[in-house]
């Protein structure tokens, strides 16, 4: 099973980024798919989540209406497009996939907002 995030960088207030989370050895539209991000001295919290049949998303307040989820089963990726980008963004993003006790990480890739 791997989980292999993409996408993120240093980006200037306001911008924007599109992370992607490749995923193989498992059966990718059968899993709900979540991003996470965590800060430096903070815990991890859920930015936003796709569900496995029907595609439905839900987001975390801060982001809301900023970042959306979306996923293509065809390709197993899920992809999470960030705009409006404020410093307080900035954390290192996490891919998570899970189904029942079935439970996979992706190894995360930093996000930088900043001047």
């Known amino acids: 099973v791997q989980l292999v995030e993409s996408g993120g960088g240093l980006v200037q207030p306001g911008g924007s980024l599109r992370l992607s989370c490749a995923a193989s050895g498992f059966t990718f539209s059968t899993y709900d798919m979540r991003w996470y991000r965590q800060a430096p001295g903070k815990e991890r919290e859920l930015v936003a989540a796709i569900i496995s049949a029907g595609g439905r998303t839900s987001y975390a307040d801060l982001v809301k209406g900023r970042f959306t989820i979306s996923r293509d089963n065809a390709k197993n990726i899920v992809s999470l497009q960030m705009n409006s980008l404020k410093p307080e963004d900035t954390a290192v993003y996490y891919c998570?996939?899970?189904?029942?006790?079935?439970?996979?990480w992706g190894q995360g890739t930093q996000v930088t907002v900043s001047s």
């Open positions: 998570n996939a899970r189904r029942a006790w079935w439970d996979y």
